[in-house]
């Protein structure tokens, strides 16, 4: 618990620093970086593949698709990129005749693309110009604080098992209270977007936000334990010391990133 919250104490005002006062670009870097370290984890921590230039193909396409996300590339540049990426996969499995499966190829592309466009959601959300740096924490703020408030109230009032076989320690409590605290952060946060900078908010569709939002990062969170569990594994990394990994930390965000992304288009909750 301890290092837990010492971890958060100093990651997240680096965290911070680097999302609100450096140039855009290092963001971006970040979690590139971020996304090759996630398909390493998904690939050989899990055990799943083992087969180094697999890992190596989908560790640097992870990277290019943060990076064409932060640059806004044309379709055409993301059609090569997939169509290299899928060509060298599909060579390795011919290579290899009948020792490398499809499902090992399959893993590789949900590492090396499905997840990290999901996870950049972030980058994409940042790189707006004008609002970006104001909306990006709106995931933040939805994840982690429904993560916190889930895990204080599941500690405190925790009764009920929500998913007994795939996450133990998760509670109908737990999920409720991390409902009400993703909720209260963002209709806080959108205050401040009102006094302070001037934003027209809508707080009805800051609740909607909060509800919907809190319940996509636990359908993020019990997916990625699923695949702990397939993989007989209780972390997917130490990275970050009393987390994890970086699939351990960000399993939420990987969904709830690109459902903020999306509502922000379909139905933003502030306008400048």
Not at 8 to 32: D, M, Q, S, W
Not at 37 to 46: C, R
Not at 96 to 104: A, E, G, V
Not at 175 to 200: K, N, P
């Amino acid at each position: 618990m301890k290092t837990r919250v010492l971890t958060a104490a100093i990651a997240v005002p680096l965290l911070l620093i680097i999302i609100l006062a450096l140039p855009k670009i290092f963001a971006a870097i970040l979690f590139g970086l971020m996304c090759a370290l996630a398909a390493y984890e998904l690939l050989i921590s899990t055990g799943f593949v083992k087969n180094i230039r697999l890992m190596i193909y989908s560790m640097v396409m992870a990277l290019l698709v943060a990076l064409w996300s932060y640059f806004g590339c044309s379709q055409v540049w993301a059609s090569a990129g997939i169509l290299v990426f899928s060509i060298a996969l599909f060579t390795e499995m011919m290579l290899s005749h009948i020792k490398l499966r499809f499902d090992k190829i399959a893993v590789c592309f949900m590492a090396g693309v499905v997840i990290p466009y999901l996870f950049s959601g972030i980058i994409r959300i940042h790189s707006v110009d004008g609002t970006g740096r104001f909306f990006v924490l709106i995931p933040f703020i939805l994840a982690f604080l429904s993560d916190t408030g889930a895990y204080f109230a599941g500690l405190y009032l925790g009764r009920r098992k929500l998913a007994p076989v795939i996450s133990p320690k998760k509670t109908v409590e737990g999920a409720v209270g991390g409902v009400i605290a993703a909720v209260l952060s963002l209709l806080l946060y959108t205050l401040i977007l009102d006094l302070a900078f001037g934003f027209t908010v809508n707080y009805l569709l800051a609740i909607v936000y909060g509800i919907v939002c809190s319940a996509a990062g636990v359908f993020g969170d019990l997916c990625f334990s699923v695949i702990k569990r397939q993989a007989g594994i209780k972390d997917y990394g130490s990275l970050i010391p009393g987390h994890g990994g970086i699939l351990d930390r960000f399993d939420s965000m990987i969904i709830v990133a690109p459902l903020v992304e999306v509502l922000l288009i379909l139905i933003p909750v502030a306008v400048k």
